[in-house]
Every structure is written in C-alpha cells, then in structure tokens.
C-alpha cells in the first residue's frame, strides 16, 4: 500500500511540472480558463491519492502458528482461525507423547505464510514397540543389561521359595523365569519381573 502512495506522490509531482509548463506556454488564454485547467489537473490526481489512502488496507499473509504438543483436532482448528489449511501426512512413534499429539510442524512456528498456505504436521502414535529378549539362563547382570538395553526396565525380582532376594543374592544371580515371556512385543519402558536363584560365590581360595 505504501509503494501506491509514493507513486500518486510522484505522479503529482509530475503533474505540477506539466502545470508550469502549460503556464509559460498558454499567453493567450485568459487566465480563468488557466486557472481552472491546473486547478483540475492537481484536483484529480490529490482526490486519487486521497481515495487509496483512506482504503483499508488488506493483508494476505498470515504467522504461522505452533501446533506443536496439540492434538491433531486441536491442530486444525489453529490452522483455520489463522485461515491456513491443514494436513498429516505422517506419523512416528514418541517415547513422551501421547497418541494423536503432533510432533513437528511445516512451515515452522512464526514463519510469514500467504493466506490458505498447507501447513503438514507429523503426530505420535504412541510408544515404540518392544520385543522382550530371552533372559532365563543368564546371570542376573547380564539380564539387568539386556532389559535396559532394550528400554525397558526390571520389575520384581523374586527367589524360587517366593521371597526377595537380598542384595547379596542378586549379586550372584542366574535368571530362571521371566514376565513377559521372551518374543512378547511389549510398549517401552515396561517392566519386566525376573525369578531368579543365589548361586554360591565363587572361592578365591586353592
């Protein structure tokens, strides 16, 4: 709008050179009629210059609003209060979002858009599936290892006469039993509960 004004701006800049010259040239015309004719040669041009200016001024950019952490539904009715449309056209799996919530956004948060821009999102579809490993057989630290491995955690550790092990006893622990059972796909972060038998320590001594 403001390169509108400076060029009606220009324009009667031009327009009064134009009046000056037809004043030295026009002798023998009676001044009224001169008058007049410049009168009307800068009226016209000011009244247009006048007309733009009092227009209101449109704008067909829009920012681009985070949707980030928002539910898809919650995503969609930002974009279209900011007259931007919409679209997933991805998902992935999140270890700390919930199901449906969008992860990533393009365009990025407050980037200059037109108006109707697409604006694509990615949401989480929950947590990455685990497979629980095979851990009868091994020593309990090795068990330990293997479930953080994998992302999940250690659940209850149990002795086969149905009590908790002391700390001596997971030390020289060999895994008997587990739950889940190995191959169970599980979500990340479950716990998994070991039954698990004392071993004697080993003697250092011949």
Same mark, same amino acid.
């Given at each position: 709008?403001?390169?509108?004004?400076? !060029?009606?701006?220009?324009?009667? !800049?031009?327009?009064?050179?134009?009046?000056?010259?037809?004043? &030295?040239? #026009?002798? =023998?015309?009676?001044?009224?009629?001169? #008058? !007049?004719?410049?009168?009307? #040669?800068?009226?016209?041009?000011?009244?247009?210059?006048? !007309?733009?200016?009092?227009?209101?001024?449109?704008?067909? /950019?829009?920012?681009?609003? &985070?949707? #980030?952490?928002? *539910?898809?539904?919650?995503?969609? *009715?930002?974009?279209?209060?900011?007259?931007?449309?919409?679209?997933?056209?991805?998902?992935?799996?999140?270890?700390?979002?919930?199901?449906?919530?969008?992860?990533?956004?393009?365009?990025?948060?407050?980037?200059?858009?037109?108006?109707?821009?697409?604006?694509?999102?990615?949401?989480?579809?929950?947590?990455?599936?685990?497979?629980?490993?095979?851990?009868?057989?091994?020593?309990?630290?090795?068990?330990?290892?293997?479930?953080?491995?994998?992302?999940?955690?250690?659940?209850?550790?149990?002795?086969? /006469?149905?009590?908790?092990?002391?700390?001596? /006893?997971?030390? &020289?622990?060999?895994?008997? =039993?587990?739950?889940? =059972?190995?191959?169970?796909?599980?979500?990340?972060?479950?716990?998994?509960?070991?039954?698990?038998?004392?071993?004697?320590?080993?003697?250092?001594?011949?």
């Amino acid at each position: 709008m403001l390169s509108g004004l400076y !060029f009606y701006l220009l324009y009667v !800049f031009v327009i009064c050179l134009v009046a000056a010259l037809l004043v &030295n040239r #026009i002798k =023998s015309i009676r001044p009224l009629w001169t #008058i !007049f004719t410049i009168a009307v #040669i800068l009226v016209v041009p000011l009244g247009c210059l006048y !007309f733009f200016s009092t227009q209101p001024i449109s704008n067909d /950019d829009a920012i681009v609003p &985070n949707i #980030i952490g928002l *539910s898809s539904g919650e995503a969609e *009715s930002v974009l279209d209060n900011a007259q931007l449309a919409a679209e997933q056209i991805s998902s992935a799996y999140a270890q700390n979002a919930q199901p449906g919530e969008v992860l990533s956004q393009w365009p990025e948060a407050g980037v200059k858009v037109k108006l109707g821009r697409l604006v694509t999102y990615t949401v989480a579809v929950g947590q990455l599936p685990v497979t629980v490993p095979d851990l009868v057989g091994r020593p309990y630290s090795q068990a330990e290892q293997l479930i953080l491995s994998k992302g999940l955690t250690v659940g209850r550790l149990e002795l086969p /006469d149905g009590k908790n092990p002391s700390p001596e /006893d997971v030390q &020289n622990a060999k895994v008997i =039993s587990q739950s889940p =059972s190995p191959e169970t796909v599980v979500k990340s972060g479950v716990s998994v509960d070991l039954g698990i038998i004392a071993l004697p320590a080993a003697d250092d001594t011949n």
